[in-house]
């Protein structure tokens, strides 16, 4: 069974960082990809970033590139999203998933190929 745990969310100041942890367990393969999305109030959840676990590939949304960074722990099962220069609109909680079966070689999943998910974590930037 497929498990992810997210940790790490909590409150700062406009311009700060805060690193996110996703920790998986129960794939059958290396090829899965994790994302992460976020789910601000009233909006529907969107994916921001996501790293396949097997090759390091990695992709991120123009509204997140330059300030946030995925990187990914094999030893630890591990996925972090470190972010930085943190604006106000990216208050959410932060949703960790998973995408099984997407090996090297292939492109990453869209968005909606996403079937695993974890709990959440809340992150609040103030201004």
């Known amino acids: 069974e497929v498990q992810l745990v997210e940790s790490g969310g909590g409150l700062v100041q406009a311009g700060g960082s805060l690193r996110l942890s996703c920790v998986a367990s129960?794939?059958?393969?290396?090829?899965?990809?994790i994302g992460w999305f976020r789910q601000a109030p009233g909006k529907e959840r969107v994916g921001v970033s996501c790293?396949?676990?097997?090759?390091?590939?990695?992709y991120y949304e123009d509204s997140v590139k330059g300030r946030f960074i995925i990187s990914r722990d094999k030893a630890k099962n591990t996925v972090y999203l470190q972010m930085s220069s943190l604006k106000p609109e990216d208050t959410g909680t932060y949703y960790c998933?998973?995408?099984?079966?997407?090996?090297?070689?292939?492109?990453?999943?869209?968005?909606?190929?996403?079937?695993?998910w974890g709990q959440g974590t809340q992150v609040t930037v103030s201004s």
């Open positions: 129960g794939f059958r393969s290396d090829d899965y990809v």
């Open positions: 790293i396949r676990n097997s090759d390091g590939n990695t």
């Open positions: 998933a998973a995408a099984q079966g997407w090996g090297t070689m292939i492109p990453l999943p869209r968005w909606k190929e996403y079937t695993f």
